[in-house]
């Protein structure tokens, strides 16, 4: 159950969260997903993607509940009542970190636009709550040129208050440079701690250039320092928060 899963092509190792402003890649012909996903309703994007988490947490614990108590009862230790109340009460605080694994994490993807909109208090409320929440963010950078200036800036500074939740790993990366962009990523997914990712990915369209050319684009926005790419990794060794960055 907890490696295969019950049907299908076997147990997901994530599910996806796409705020409605994404909602369109969840309709034929661009749900090409192999995951479970669910489109967020107005606002409900942090609250969406903490339900996911704790119904796949609630499906988990109850199979860790059963393999603890096997283990006991297989060394002869199992003890009814002492045991059954510490197992009944179990919560993600509790679990080792192997048994963390074994839940699957959950993937916010959304725009800057909604990033902005969702306000300081839900995002604080979705990473503090100590699960392995990610929140990729697509940064289409598509300002008009007369507020330009602001519009980069803000986004620029727009996660310097989540320093404050020390457990959060902060990244922003742009699609055009793998070498930086790849190894974040691994970094993230393989973390059972919170992130918020920021992924310079411009709307060429919307530019009057030839959407062949993508990748100048961004090359000319971490060049001109309009995009600053970085990465911010709590788990770092030491109490210095210049080391924990990575630029």
């Not at 283990?71 to 002869?76: F, M, V």
């Not at 699957?104 to 392995?132: N, R």
């Not at 507020?147 to 500074?157: D, K, S, W």
């Not at 530019?207 to 709590?234: C, E, K, M």
Request: charged residues 15%; contains cysteine.
């Amino acid at each position: 159950a907890l490696k295969e899963g019950f049907s299908g092509v076997g147990r997901a190792n994530y599910s996806v969260i796409l705020d409605q402003s994404m909602g369109a890649f969840a309709q034929y012909p661009w749900n090409n997903f192999t995951v479970p996903v669910l489109v967020a309703g107005k606002g409900e994007t942090a609250q969406t993607a903490l339900g996911a988490f704790e119904g796949q947490l609630r499906h988990t614990i109850d199979q860790i509940k059963l393999l603890r108590r096997s283990d006991l009862e297989a060394i002869d230790k199992y003890d009814p009542s002492v045991h059954d109340f510490q197992i009944a009460g179990l919560t993600w605080a509790q679990l080792t970190e192997e048994e963390r694994k074994i839940v699957p994490p959950v993937f916010v993807l959304a725009t800057q636009k909604m990033y902005k909109s969702l306000g300081d208090s839900q995002m604080i409320e979705l990473l503090e709550s100590g699960y392995p929440i990610k929140v990729i963010i697509v940064d289409n950078v598509n300002p008009k040129p007369e507020h330009a200036a602001a519009i980069m800036a803000a986004n620029a500074n727009a996660f310097w208050n989540l320093l404050a939740n020390g457990n959060t790993h902060l990244s922003r990366v742009s699609l055009a440079d793998v070498n930086h962009m790849h190894p974040e990523l691994e970094t993230i997914i393989g973390s059972m701690n919170s992130a918020v990712v920021s992924i310079l990915c411009p709307n060429t369209f919307s530019h009057d250039i030839n959407p062949q050319r993508w990748q100048q684009l961004s090359n000319l926005a971490v060049n001109t320092r309009s995009f600053n790419p970085y990465g911010f990794n709590p788990l770092t060794e030491g109490i210095s928060v210049g080391k924990k960055f990575n630029t």
